[in-house]
């Protein structure tokens, strides 16, 4: 009888041990991606950073597959770096805007982009590489910060 008695415990005591359910929303962050192109060049033009909750996925293509072939590196992120990109984020406002802003990749000066994908939908916004957007920011900064430890 004291044999069932524990056991009823110790079963009880792992069952209500049991880890909350993370809640899933529409506005629930999948991804985001950071992406650098030059289209007038030749070699490795295209960058790519995708950065998820645990993972961030990091590759490198041309306009020349051949030559270039795609190379892709695959990263465990923490959630430390993955709170530095969504926490200051203000998705209602970045979801407003238009889908591109000056002049991206005139005159081969690169384009770079932000892509979000929710639950309800992907949004991206492109701009002039390197130049500095406050409508984007801390999200650029950090952005730019974390892929340049993933390019090295």
Known sequence: MKLLIF???LLS???ACETPKKVVSDDTI???T?????GHCRGYCRKEVIFTEDKVIYSQSG???TATPVKTEEFGNS???WSKLVDPLDLKKF???KESYGCPDCADGG??????RTMKGTKRVTIEYGTAFPDLEPLLTELRTQRKKVEN
Do not use: C, Q, R, W
């Open 7 to 9: 056991l009823a415990v």
């Open 13 to 15: 005591v792992f069952t």
């Open 30 to 32: 999948i991804s985001i």
């Open 34 to 38: 950071h992406g650098t192109n030059f």
């Open 63 to 65: 306009v020349d597959s």
């Open 79 to 81: 959630s430390k770096d």
């Open 95 to 97: 979801n407003n805007m």
């Open 111 to 116: 384009s770079e982009y932000i892509e979000i």
